[in-house]
């Protein structure tokens, strides 16, 4: 669906409003509490209200002279890609690792077994989107010490 215009936006305001409640949109597959990420596009709760009042206000159009210029129309053709099989793996460190950014390939789950056994989630995606995927970038770079152990259940990952 199309959101450029009222007109292509306004029959889909009732299930705009059930998808951003729920907050399935906007898209956004990492799971919450698994990492700390930079732009990531959620919604706050005043956002949210903000949405569901002016749909159940009846969604009426606003004022044209604050719309933005519409941007030029872009298309390209899908890539096809495949989900592959679940795979698990580690890999223990052999020097310190500063985790600044993570590039998944697929659905994927990673997390970091510290030297001290503390356990640091850093990803989970369970259910992957080419079409959304993005380099999901730390808050805060994450220094992992020489010993942590990284776990990895899912798709390839790039660690940047």
Known sequence: MSLL???E???WAKAMREQVANRRMPPWDAVKGFGQFRDDPSLSQAEIDLLVAWVEGGAPEGNSEYLPSRP???SAAPEP???GNVVSRSVTLSEPLTLRAIRPRGAVELSAILPDRRVEHILCIPAF???W???YTLRTPLRLPKGTRLILTGSAVELR
């Open 81 to 83: 890609h495949g989900q």
């Open 72 to 74: 030029p129309e872009v």
């Open 133 to 135: 995927n993005r380099t």
């Open 5 to 7: 215009t009222y007109e």
């Open 129 to 131: 989107h080419p079409e």
């Open 9 to 11: 936006a306004r029959p």
